[in-house]
């Protein structure tokens, strides 16, 4: 269903004319090809603001009109539209950060509502700089690990620095084409690496020294639903490319990282400053081949890593599967030097953070498309390595602690996790719970007992017969484990099985011991 928005003519105000404009170049720009559904909410919530009929827009008519739901839809048990709300705001504010910041129109969709905003520039500048935005309201303070009221988000920054990165890469490609240089990646003067590594480190992520690279034949960067800058494939010689943009993969809220890669025999030489790394390597097999038929050999900095089959530990094709190494150091060169050998070889993506422990950087992350940080200055990024489940977006229903925003998204039903860590190490695993549905303060039926569930890490039993209810602390829950040892393969694998209703998890935290 297509929404007919009226384009407004000469009689309408210069302002009308002016938003209606921007309302299409926002639809045209192809930041909501591949979400039918934020496109559907767009399209209908400004037909209602156009039409001068804002006062229609209620939960209900924008689910069964916009988003094909029945007539019986129940929003107290479906949050669609809450859900698609809070993505679509993410989507215009991430859009308004980076191609359309110049924009002297800009599109909001305020928290907790749906009517559209169109500020002028000079509105959101003022804005950016409010003291007062975005402080939350005193709570009586539970003592979480991990907690505190998040940082602004920088993403006009960001969208500098990555264009300060691009600039740079613009600048070696003029010189590149002019002399007709075909030096591989290995033998870049020092300071091109030099410069290399501090721009395109900054622009990757706010993270000193971090790199986020995306293979494959694409020339642009990407910007993830965390806003993090996955810079184009510069770094990586021979082999081939691969592009299989119409497979759906499971494990991630950025498709578009996996859905193309590099494969083959091929060699990446990564200029970085000097210190100690994590490298995380990401894969989903868009191939379809059998089990074992793309084996992954790699040497990193000329030490061989074990062999991968990215099928058999993903656990099937179009899944997203991480290897992560940590004390990864450049070598003399200032390069870390990736080496894959095996005709089978492929891979998507690869993420590079500073890790001065042997077990890597400590990995947190929430059960949503969303980016949150706490009071301790931790960043904690959306989730990913899942399979199965489905989301629930409650922000209008946290327990009353210290950092609720961890508890704003939920994962729920049968589902499970792999979490790439050191296959050697051990790790502290914290599960982050609250009960958003049932119980009297939920307004929900039901009380303790009406949510049991199990919790498994490589197949040894974490939690039996958990209910949040019955053993809820101020309205949420965290859970802590001390050393969790992963499988040989190096991962952590959290299952969890219901009992009674479906199990959920709000957020997860894992750091190395």
Known sequence: MSFSIPQLGPESSTRQNEEWQELQTVLQSGILDKAPNLRRFLEYVAQQYFSGHSEQLKEYSIAVQALHRLEQFDPQSDTIVRVTAHTLRKKLEQYYATEGADHLIQIRLPAGKYVLQFERKEQVSAAAVDPAESLPPEQPVLPLPGASSPPRKAWVHVAVLGASALLLLGSYFVRYRRTGSTEKPDSLSPATKSAFAAGFA????????????????????????????????????????????????????????????????????????????????????????????????????????????????????????????????????????????????????????????AGGAPMRMIAGPAVFHDEQGNTWLPERFFQGGRRTFHPDNLPKVANARLFEWERYGHFHYRIPVVADRNYRLRLYFSEGWFGVSNGGPGGPGSRVFDVYCNGTTLLKDFDILGSQNGGAEVIAFDRVKPTAHGMLELDFTPVKNYPLIDAIEIEPE
């Open 202 to 357: 900054e622009a990757g992520t706010a993270n000193d020294r971090a790199m986020h690279i995306r293979l494959g034949a694409a020339s642009h960067a990407y910007t993830d639903v965390a806003g993090q800058i996955w810079l184009a494939d510069h770094y990586c010689a021979g082999g081939s490319t691969f592009s299989h943009p119409n497979h759906v993969i499971q494990g991630t809220d950025d498709p578009v990282l996996f859905q193309e890669g590099r494969e083959g025999k091929f060699q990446c030489r990564i200029p970085l400053p000097p210190g100690s790394y994590e490298l995380l390597l990401l894969f989903a097999d868009t191939s379809g081949d059998k089990e074992a038929a793309r084996q992954v050999d790699l040497s990193i900095n000329n030490t061989v890593t074990a062999a991968l089959d990215v099928v058999d530990e993903a656990g099937g094709d179009n899944i997203v599967v991480g290897k992560v190494y940590a004390g990864i150091y450049p070598t003399s060169d200032g390069t870390i030097h990736l080496d894959f050998t095996s005709d089978g070889s492929f891979l998507n993506a690869a993420e590079i953070v500073p890790a001065e422990s």
